[in-house]
Every structure is written in C-alpha cells, then in structure tokens.
C-alpha cells in the first residue's frame, strides 16, 4: 500500500517507487502482484481509516499527466531563457 501525497504529484511519485519495487515485489499465492493507492487529505484517524478502506489502484493517466506537464515545464523554460538572453 503506497501512501503518498492525494494529488497527481503523488500519483507519479506512485509510479517511480512502482518501476523500482515491482521486480522484487512477493507474489501471492495465486502468482498475482497488487499494489494499492491509499487516497486521504489529512492525518487523522478517521481520514486513515477511511483511506485504509477504500484501497485504489493507482491511476497511470494521471501519473502521464505529470510527465507531460514537467516535459511541457522544461521546454517552455528553455524557449523562454532563450528569447530572454537574445535581446
């Protein structure tokens, strides 16, 4: 159970400990490997107990969207830095 920040930030965080943890991930029984997302704003006993019972998979277009958005950052920054230093 990954239990990271409720947001797309958070999602993509998701996926990073994914492509790392999977490989050595144990298997159950049946041969199957879950990984479940814990969705919650707070830190209380309720908002964790609610997050504990309501178990998610993690969503990948929303970890995508990250990607595209921080490629998006960068190629801007960089068209801007450029425009900025020409004259």
Aim: aromatic share 8%.
């Amino acid at each position: 159970v990954l239990w990271l920040d409720c947001d797309r930030e958070g999602e993509n965080i998701c996926f990073e400990v994914m492509h790392v943890v999977t490989p050595v991930l144990a298997r159950s029984p049946a041969g199957t490997q879950t990984v479940w997302r814990a969705r919650f704003s707070a830190v209380s006993e309720q908002a964790v107990d609610t997050a504990m019972r309501t178990l998610t998979t993690p969503n990948e277009a929303h970890a995508a969207a990250v990607d595209v958005r921080q490629e998006l950052d960068l190629k801007v920054g960089v068209a801007f830095t450029r425009f900025q230093t020409k004259y």
